[in-house]
């Protein structure tokens, strides 16, 4: 912990190395593109999944990176299968005439986390953007990097090889059918093959993905173009299933392993759209929109010494500067999250940062919005070396054990390559709003020092 005098003194420093970020001026982000330069992956985080303003600015600088830097695709913390409909809508394929009706695959808890006000402007946005390029340009994508979708990847596969070869479609389904004892409910399958109490799927579903592997070529030439993106869509929707069965029946068994599993996978899962977007000698560039966990690089936290990696560290470890990690902050406002895994969407209250925290130690510099370049071995960056409480509100927030529930200690300069800090946030406006969430939060009643 910083004694008072050294946090004064880099308070100092980083009211005068902090660039002042405007409400709705964009072109404040101009040192932020200079310095990320070339970079071909861009992983844009947030604080909390429900926050209107992360959202929002991390839009606004993917906007930019798309029409200034020719960036690729959009790649988000979301079911591929679900995602992909979007990537068919803001590409002009589909049946969805909307924008709300592209987002109408996210029916999965947290839906809030794709179906809100934002990404609604952000998608729409990214139609038009799509619409008005030259007919022979290469459209901007939007692609999901998670693996919850077990089923409806399932789903996907065996649709894309009931067009085109019934037979495999055929075999394809005496294959998952291996999960057929288990419902919809992934977790009572992980629980059972966990403790041994069914056998697992893991032989099937790595024979079908093999298959699709082996057949890659064929399958995807048959229609040129077109194809391969069928092929691609399908072939990805393989490996989900291929690693979602096994993210299940980690789960029970280890809190380590399913994490690491679910962040190589996504890691895993980019670096293969990578390479399916890179064309005729230009490597694809790719934004990424993920949590700061996910992000951040994992071994700047503690989240490295209980043996666990992330996105951002294994992006780095891959790609060295070619990434580009941007982290957000807030020291209080609200937020929209769940109490309890399942629950209703609320607005809730944040309270304000712990002392000892990155986020305290912003708002005392009495800026309310800034951006911190960490990158350029800057005096701001060095004094943010040392290890720092940092605030992570995921779906569930739970502000009576704040400290135990939402910290861990960081070195924020080693994390990240910027940081940009909003004071005060709101929450990020659901496209079905519940009575409960219209109603906010009432005033707090328990210690604020908890």
């Known amino acids: 912990m910083f004694g008072t005098s050294t946090v004064a003194l880099i308070e100092d420093v980083i009211r005068a190395e902090a660039i002042t970020l405007r409400p709705d001026e964009i072109e404040d982000y101009d040192q932020l593109l200079e310095a990320i330069g070339d970079s071909r992956f861009v992983l844009i985080g947030e604080a909390s999944h429900g926050t209107h303003e992360f959202y929002r600015e991390r839009a606004q600088i993917t906007k930019r990176l798309i029409e200034e830097k020719g960036f690729d695709a959009v790649a988000v913390e979301a ?6 409909r979007v990537n068919r809508y803001v590409r002009g394929e589909g049946t969805d005439e909307e924008a709300v009706d592209a987002l109408g695959g996210f029916k ?25 390029l030259p007919a022979t340009a290469k459209k901007v994508g939007f692609y999901g990097l998670d693996l919850y979708s077990l089923h409806s990847s399932i789903e996907a596969v065996l649709t894309y090889l009931g067009k085109i070869d019934p037979e495999g479609a055929e075999r394809a389904r005496r294959r998952y059918s291996c999960f057929d004892h288990f419902g919809d409910d992934t977790q009572v399958y992980g629980y059972a093959t966990a403790f041994g109490l069914a056998e697992s799927c893991e032989q099937e579903v790595v024979s079908q993905l093999m298959e699709l592997n082996r057949r890659a070529s064929e399958l995807a030439m048959r229609d040129g173009r077109v194809a391969e ?5 399908a072939a990805q929707n393989a490996r989900l299933v291929k690693n979602a069965e096994h993210y299940y029946r980690t789960m029970y068994r280890s809190d380590v392993s399913s994490w690491n599993l679910r962040d190589k996978h996504m890691h895993d899962t980019l670096t293969e759209l990578a390479s399916h977007l890179s064309r005729n000698g230009k490597a694809a560039k790719i934004v990424v929109w993920e949590h700061n966990s996910h992000l951040g690089d994992a071994r700047a936290t503690e989240m490295s010494r209980r043996g666990e990696w992330n996105v951002g560290q294994l992006t780095r470890q891959m790609y060295g500067r070619d990434a580009f990690l941007i982290g ?29 925290s990155v986020e305290r130690l912003f708002h005392e510099t009495g800026m309310e919005r800034f951006l911190l370049l960490l990158r350029n071995g800057s005096h701001a960056s060095k004094a943010l070396q040392e290890p720092l409480l940092e605030r992570a509100i995921g779906v569930i927030y739970r502000p009576e054990t704040e400290r135990q529930s939402h910290y861990f200690s960081a070195s924020v300069s080693s994390q990240f390559d910027a940081m940009i800090h909003i004071d005060e946030t709101r929450a990020v406006e659901p496209l079905e709003r519940s009575v409960k969430w219209e109603a906010g939060e009432a005033a707090e009643t328990f210690p604020t020092g908890v």
Do not use: Q
């Open 79 to 84: 079911d591929f299968p679900d995602a992909y």
């Open 108 to 132: 999965r808890f947290p839906a809030w986390m794709w179906r809100n006000a934002d990404v609604l402007d952000f998608v729409g946005w990214l139609r038009t953007y799509n619409d008005d």
């Open 229 to 233: 993106d069928d092929y691609f869509f």
């Open 328 to 356: 957000f902050s807030t020291d209080h406002g609200t937020v929209t999250a769940a109490s309890n895994w399942g629950d209703p969407a609320e607005r809730k209250k944040v309270r304000p940062a712990l002392s000892g």
